[in-house]
């Protein structure tokens, strides 16, 4: 294992600084968006750490694992139609499904539906005041509000979003940004703003962004001097400040990345990248236990199985052991408040291969891996959510990049 102790001992010793004990995970601060590396924005806002005291063995006592897990599929009546590119979050009650690509011309839809685990049924989400439709956009949850920017619409690329409040199942308009219209970009909640930063477009790899005050709901570019300009990277939210590292800017591919802080208003020295993961894109990116942690992804050539976790104060990174799962792209991940969990995605040429197993990794314990579920089907750019209890996948394509409907959901 490479630097495992050290690892180990700085994950535990952050989670014990929040002076929690080992017990039920709380799902009401873990206010995780979309799978990182199916949206390749690598966007997670900073769950709950229930598990906590560093004489705990977090998941072994308390959470025990297991690489059988009981997928369980989603009812189909009601549900949203097949889709890819699409947004999910999870709202404390529902999980919301949002946009996306419906088919292999390339089409949007503005269409969307919230499912209750509670009671296992889906409800459609209205369409009034609703974006137009389009697909590779990103979201983020404030906590009462599903926020959606930007993405692929018809005509071109978006630059305006809205507000889902599912309390009232209405939609307000967020007005266009002050920057470009964009795919491939990081979105993070500070709690009172929306940052959109990087991403793609017809003029290329963008290094721009900017941030949206809901309360005024206007938008403030952000300072230059941020990080050359990328897609496809990570982008986390530490409390204070965004987090940028990885990606790519079509020709090239990053292993560094800068802090924003918000306070300031300026990009800080850039992140130090000793024991940093290599360069790579559409990788994991959570904010986790005080780091943040980056896994897998893709760097034109060979798929990753490797990653480290950065804890921003320090500035220092600790590498992930070894044991994970086959290295891909396109994959979901969530961080539990205990553990890491990677499923899915694609590997082989031009992701070719898609992949129904995946991993769990924890600082006590290490890597255990998924085994593949016949009711759970091999997929790439899936979502996933977790609500505390359970994970939930939805969405994604097949090998041939096909949009797939349905999905399942697993209790740890």
């Known amino acids: 294992m490479k630097n495992s102790n050290t690892l180990r001992a700085l994950l535990i010793s952050l989670i014990a600084g929040t002076g929690l004990s080992c017990g039920p995970r709380d799902p009401s601060s873990n206010n995780v968006t979309s799978s990182a590396a199916s949206t390749g924005s690598g966007q997670q806002t900073g769950p709950g750490l229930p598990c906590a005291k560093a004489s705990c063995a977090c998941v072994t006592a308390c959470h025990p694992r297991d690489s059988q897990l009981a997928w369980q599929p989603l009812p189909t009546d009601g549900a949203p139609s097949a889709r890819r590119l699409h947004v999910a979050v999870w709202s404390g009650t529902e999980l919301l499904i949002w946009g996306g690509m419906v088919d292999g011309a390339g089409n949007g839809t503005a269409s969307g539906a919230a499912y209750n685990p509670a009671t296992d049924t889906w409800r459609a989400i209205s369409d009034v005041a609703a974006p137009s439709a389009r697909h590779s956009h990103q979201a983020v949850w404030t906590g009462t509000q599903l926020l959606v920017w930007g993405g692929y619409a018809k005509g071109g690329y978006a630059k305006d979003g809205g507000a889902y409040d599912p309390a009232t199942d209405t939609w307000t308009a967020i007005p266009e940004a002050s920057i470009s219209g964009r795919t491939r970009h990081s979105t993070v909640w500070t709690g009172t703003d929306l940052i959109v930063w990087g991403g793609i477009n017809a003029q290329g790899a963008l290094g721009d962004g900017a941030r949206y005050a809901v309360a005024s709901k206007t938008w403030t570019a952000l300072p230059g001097s941020g990080p050359k300009a990328r897609a496809s990277h990570v982008g986390a939210w530490t409390g204070t400040e965004m987090l940028v590292w990885g990606g790519t800017d079509t020709f090239d591919w990053f292993a560094d990345g800068q802090h924003f802080n918000v306070a300031d208003n300026a990009w800080k020295a850039a992140t130090n990248t000793t024991n940093a993961p290599t360069l790579r894109e559409s990788s994991t990116g959570l904010w986790a236990a005080g780091t943040m942690l980056v896994w897998g992804g893709w760097n034109g050539g060979d798929y990753q199985n490797t990653g480290a976790a950065y804890e921003p104060t320090s500035r220092l990174w600790s590498e992930l052991p070894d044991g994970a799962p086959e290295g891909r792209a396109g994959h979901v991940s969530l ?7 990677v499923w899915g995605g694609c590997t082989g040429d031009s992701c070719s291969t898609l992949l129904g197993d995946g991993g769990r990794f924890t600082a006590d314990d290490g890597w255990t891996k998924i085994s593949a ?3 759970l089907p091999p997929r790439t750019g899936a979502l996933g959510v977790w609500t505390g209890k359970d994970v939930i996948v939805f969405g994604g394509s097949d090998a041939n ?11 740890l």
């Open 373 to 375: 579920n016949a009711n």
């Open 401 to 411: 990049f096909k949009p797939l409907a349905g999905g399942a959901r697993a209790a």
């Open 335 to 341: 961080w539990t408040g205990d553990e890491l969990f």
